[in-house]
């Protein structure tokens, strides 16, 4: 067994691990002590404090100095069931900026949200730091002149058939609301996935210092075919943070601090993700968006942080005159690559099917709505079902991500690649956004087979994200 000590970059003395402790911690206690004073309902901040109490507890047990999975996480986690229920519920009720206000949600349907989410959280948590403590294994591999002429040949052939599987250069460029969706195949996810993960790889050789000009005009090309398939005009914002928020912690070597995590994280959710939302998704110009989110700016406060926590209420209501599933959802969820059309008795996303009732009702615009994991386990079991959905989903992320630690020129790709899927996999529903994640990893797991590698004996040089440098092998 290895110490846990070896796989994470300790503080180096005590004033130095309080001050990353408090840069876990004191932005998200001055927005909850804000939000709580701006309550429209006293009793919204009293329930939310254990999750809260929670998620900072967690926070500050976190001993790695610069950004983790757990930081986002937390973080994602205290925005969707701590902040965002202060800001929609009000006098018992969830009020009229959601599309649950319709229906008879009162403080039991709250309490046991906030309970599932709770639940889960807990068992993921402690049940993910057991499995870390078993044997990992750490590979190094570092990328040849032929390696990198091979990993260029699949992005250019990737890319290719990325623009086949769309039917043409025109339907992938163009904007969401425009694209001829009759014409884009299911076998595009496979190909995104290669491309973003192939490009993510050759562009982390690009940071070393030993790297070639050829080099880097490699990366320079790669970048240009992921930016046409994927930009903030053609595609959605979680699979645009899934390709370019990685490279970005590949350039500052994950040297990010958790302060400035949330500082940015508030910045993409107040600016960004609704800018890229007018673009995406309603086809408009940068420009045009741009004034539609200054003349609304003065709200961004005030809207929901997210609508994950009405639609786990709306669960609980839901299954108070709907029978559990007792398997049938979580089985669904393990084997959703499986199609439906080889399946047919498998079983619908408990989120599709409370947003088809919310959508019938003409309470929403689209039955695709956010649905938390926790709610696929609640389905099942009730509360029961969510304590061991939580364990049983930090075994298979121990399995995908932490189990064999493989650098890919100093970098952690698959953390980086996990990180980058949270915020989608955290929002759900995730059987229906978990696909491109799942291909990120099978990828990952069989294209280091095709590379030099080497099997790390000092692990003391390896952060969460990046390999520091030791004075023996530089």
């Not at 254990?50 to 986002?72: A, G, H, W």
């Not at 190094?140 to 992005?155: D, G, M, N, V, W």
Request: proline content about 3%.
């Amino acid at each position: 067994m290895q110490p846990r000590s070896n796989f994470y970059l300790l503080s180096k003395g005590r004033n130095d691990h309080l001050t990353v402790n408090l840069d876990r911690v004191i932005i998200p206690s001055v927005v909850f002590i804000f939000y709580a004073v701006m309550a429209n309902d006293a009793w919204a901040p009293i329930i939310v404090l254990p999750s809260f109490l929670s998620i900072m507890v967690f926070s500050i047990k976190i001993q790695e100095k610069y950004l983790t999975p757990n930081d986002i996480i937390n973080f994602i986690c205290f925005l969707f069931f701590v902040i965002a229920p202060i800001q929609v519920f009000s006098d018992g009720y969830f009020d009229a900026k959601t599309y649950v206000s319709g229906f008879e949600l009162s403080y039991r349907h709250f309490v046991t949200a906030q309970a599932i989410f709770l639940v889960f959280y807990l068992s993921y948590m402690f049940s993910l730091n057991f499995f870390k403590e078993k044997s990992k294994d750490i590979i190094e591999i570092y990328c040849s002149k032929e390696a990198t002429k091979f990993i260029l040949i699949i992005i250019i052939v990737s890319f290719s058939l990325h623009v086949i599987s769309y039917g043409s250069i025109n339907n992938l460029l163009s904007s969401r609301y425009n694209r001829d969706l009759g014409e884009t195949s299911f076998i595009s996810l496979i190909w995104k996935a290669v491309q973003i993960c192939s490009t993510l790889v050759l562009f982390s050789g690009a940071m070393r210092s030993k790297s070639t000009i050829l080099y880097k005009v490699f990366v320079g090309v790669s970048l240009i075919f992921l930016f046409i398939s994927i930009n903030p005009f053609n595609i959605a914002r979680n699979v645009l943070f899934n390709a370019w928020f990685p490279l970005i912690l590949v350039v500052l070597k994950g040297k990010i601090k958790p302060i400035f995590l949330h500082l940015l994280f508030f910045f993409l959710v107040i600016i960004v993700m609704p800018l890229f939302n007018y673009t995406s998704r309603e086809g408009l110009t940068l420009y045009e968006s741009l004034l539609i989110l200054r003349e609304g700016l003065s709200e961004a406060l005030n809207r929901p942080f997210s609508d994950v926590f009405d639609m786990l209420a709306m669960a609980v209501n839901w299954f108070e005159s709907h029978n559990f599933h007792y398997g049938d959802k979580t089985l669904g969820l393990l084997l959703f690559f499986i199609p439906r059309a080889i399946w047919t008795g498998k079983a619908t996303l408990t989120g599709l099917d409370i947003g088809h009732y919310i959508h019938f009702m003409d309470y929403a615009g689209t039955a695709n709505l956010s649905f938390f994991i926790g709610g696929d386990f609640y389905a099942d079991f009730g509360l029961l079902g969510v304590l061991f959905g939580g364990v049983f989903t930090a075994y298979i992320v121990f399995l995908s991500v932490y189990r064999r630690q493989i650098y890919i020129n100093g970098c952690s790709i698959k953390t980086l690649m996990f990180i980058s899927a949270l915020p989608i996999l955290i929002r759900g529903p995730i059987g229906a956004n978990v696909g491109l994640f799942f291909l990120e990893m099978i990828f990952l797991s069989v294209f280091p087979c095709l590379l030099t590698r080497k099997r790390a004996n000092d692990h003391s040089h390896f952060s969460v994200l990046y390999r520091r440098r030791s004075p023996h092998n530089v």
